[in-house]
């Protein structure tokens, strides 16, 4: 088996895959019906992001107690992973059933975070464990999957709006699927015959694997990543439902229908974006996707009032290439790290991006956007984030370390 390719490898992806999916529907359930909530609960702008901040501050903060636990050594990955969406689920009905106002709400979407930790995490590692060729088309498949979870509470939104279901009900169908999603990786997985024994998370074995140049500019990269992807997944649905109605168009089921096709879109994204780096390399395919990305962030604003489907058209674009690198920062990071340390290097970039999202959403809510121009500004800042990450992917490729990464390929 050493020289081969398992051959159920493809089969465990797809079922991974549909897990992860179903799973991670809970991680964007408030955001979905953030309209009914600020008007049940006479919530602000600087509100609304709060109930996703609390989400990514729990991810953050249960990722690193998990990777310094040991608990991957002890229990595989499937388990974790069914433990992880039974938490996030069962947090997720709580905020259906026992929410009364904003505090209640974020205890609950914190606790939804911890859960979704132990489900994002150990599904790379699994899937790691099957793959070593076409490794990156795999991982990014496993984020395609994860896009298209974060993207599901907006159907349901739409077809519950159609219904005229309320709310509670919607965030309760997320925790549904996240309790399917968990059994149907229990029982429909296994670890693959190329796993790796977990690294436990040191801070000091972290830092001394940014003491090495190669590794500072891919997390500075990954930061310039992370500045833009969960602002624009977080505000873009508001930022629709605002222009279409700026538009003559304020109907709440079209708007939501189109927020899950704009974030779901980005799993083609994640898949293409896979299959480039392998071939063409990690530097180049992320510094296209942010150049892109980047520059849909300043223009959309623009569109702020225009007709939707031109509207719903640069969405898709800035959708499809936000996401579209997300993977290669930290395979960039596992290859250049030293020995011994990527593991580490990982958890700590991994709790600094998603620490760094709750500054950028928190941002967008302070500038309170209800017009063009507000728009223009608040996604005009998010450009900010991929400038920063092409000028740190440029000087990465420059590095004779480079080499290192994507079997030579940079």
């Known amino acids: 088996m050493s020289g081969e ?87 997720n009905l709580g905020l259906a059933v026992g929410a009364t106002d904003l505090p209640s709400a974020l205890t609950f979407r914190t606790l939804t975070g911890v859960g979704l930790a132990a489900v994002y995490p150990p599904s790379l590692r699994l899937v790691s464990s099957w793959f070593r060729r076409d490794r990156g088309l795999a991982i990014g498949v496993v984020i395609a999957a994860l896009t298209a979870g974060s993207a599901l509470p907006h159907l349901f ?24 999603g968990g059994f149907l990786v229990a029982l429909g997985t296994r670890s693959g015959p190329f796993q790796a024994p977990a ?81 063409l390399g990690r530097t180049a395919l992320t510094i296209g996707a942010m150049a892109v990305s980047g520059a849909t962030a300043a223009l959309i604003g623009f569109s702020f009032g225009a007709p939707p489907a031109l509207t719903v058209a640069l969405a898709v674009v800035w959708g499809v290439t936000v996401i579209a690198d997300s993977a290669q920062f930290s395979a960039a990071t596992s290859e250049l790290a030293p020995p011994g340390t990527a593991g580490s290097a990982l958890a700590l970039q991994l709790a600094l991006g998603f620490i760094l999202t709750a500054v950028t959403m928190v941002g967008i809510g302070l500038l309170a956007p209800d017009d063009g121009a507000a728009w223009r500004l608040a996604f005009g800042l998010l450009a900010l984030g991929p400038l920063v990450g092409i000028v740190a992917m440029r000087r990465l490729r420059q590095l004779p370390e480079a080499v290192e990464m994507a079997g030579g390929r940079r």
Not at 15 to 37: K, R, Y
Not at 226 to 232: H, I, Q, S, T, V
């Open 5 to 91: 390719e398992p051959p159920a490898r493809w089969r465990v992806l797809g079922v991974l895959a549909l897990g992860e999916l179903l799973a991670m529907a809970t991680w964007f359930s408030a955001a979905a019906v953030a309209p009914s909530l600020q008007s049940e609960w006479r919530l602000g702008s600087i509100d609304l992001p709060l109930l996703t901040v609390a989400v990514q501050l729990g991810f953050a903060g249960g990722a690193l107690l998990l990777a310094a636990s040991g608990a991957p050594d002890v229990l595989p990955e499937r388990w974790l992973f069914l433990a992880g969406a039974l938490v996030a689920a069962a947090a």
């Open 157 to 180: 939104r739409a077809f519950g709006t159609l219904a005229g279901v309320e709310w509670r009900l919607i965030v309760a169908a997320a925790s549904v699927t996240a309790v399917c």
């Open 199 to 279: 690294s436990r998370f040191s801070p000091a074995v972290a830092l001394r694997a940014l003491r090495r140049p190669a590794v500072r500019l891919a997390n500075l990269g990954y930061l310039g990543h992370m500045w833009e992807l969960y602002a624009m997944w977080t505000w873009i649905p508001l930022f629709l439902a605002a222009s279409f109605a700026q538009a003559g168009t304020p109907d709440a089921a079209t708007a939501s229908l189109a927020a899950f096709v704009v974030v779901a879109a980005g799993s083609a994204g994640c898949v293409a974006g896979g299959a480039i780096a392998d071939r």
